[in-house]
């Protein structure tokens, strides 16, 4: 049982073992395993990394009420979160939504066409959205903070982080709609492995798309607000 948040001494091989999930953001930022005793301190150091970021991505993903505070990170983090992000959005897109639309389609084999089209046409609707989110914030958001943190002091049209955070969906709250498909209304007549398979996938992906909007909405926005106040002056 977790009782305490983890700190720059705590061992990164204690933090896996603590919390398997917690190898999606050594994945992400690019981090190989087989390193010994080293401390979170000490491996970031190795990455050149932000201690204080690692530990709080690592506190966001392992604690649901943990309230991550910005003002503890500094406009020199910012490039590393959207580094993150990125590296997120690559997962989603070529491993995590692949492999759960390849299951669902065997699942759907086991049923009859009507239920098959309808589950398919979701997925496939939902896929198409979440692409088009990551899209703008690869081709829009990413680009304006970059180009905020080279010392622009404004964009001409008249874009700032304000427009993302109102337009900012969370995209896993669709899941919900399709775990309750999957749970509640396709028949029973069917109970085979793959369909508990694909709630599993689901539930993960849900829960890692969740810790994905916080960083975005509790750490880069409060971040690129600030680097805005600052870039006025």
Request: proline share 3%; with cysteine.
């Amino acid at each position: 049982m977790k009782h305490t948040p983890y700190t720059s001494k705590t061992k990164a091989a204690d933090l896996i073992t603590s919390d398997f999930n917690l190898l999606y953001i050594f994945e992400r930022f690019g981090i190989k395993l087989g390193f010994g005793e080293a401390t979170i301190e000490e491996l970031c150091a190795r990455y050149n990394l932000s201690c204080a970021l690692f530990i709080t991505l690592s506190n966001i993903y392992s604690f649901d009420d943990y309230c991550p505070k910005a003002d503890a990170l500094g406009k020199e983090e910012i490039p590393q979160i959207i580094s993150y992000l990125r590296a997120s959005h690559k997962h989603y897109m070529n491993s995590s939504l692949p492999t759960l639309h390849g299951n669902i389609h065997t699942m759907m084999e086991e049923y009859e066409e009507t239920n098959r089209y309808i589950l398919n046409k979701f997925f496939d609707d939902y896929d198409n959205e979440i692409k088009r989110h990551f899209e703008y914030e690869e081709q829009y958001v990413f680009p304006y903070i970059e180009s905020r943190l080279a010392g622009n002091s404004k964009d001409d049209t008249g874009y700032n982080i304000a427009n993302f955070e109102e337009s900012h969906t969370n995209v896993s709250e669709k899941f919900n709609d399709l775990k309750n498909i999957i749970i509640k209304y396709l028949p029973d007549s069917y109970t085979s492995e793959i369909r508990a398979t694909v709630l599993r996938e689901i539930f993960r992906i849900e829960s890692d798309l969740r810790k994905h909007a916080t960083v975005e909405n509790r750490l880069l926005i409060p971040l690129v607000a600030k680097l805005e106040g600052e870039n006025l002056h």
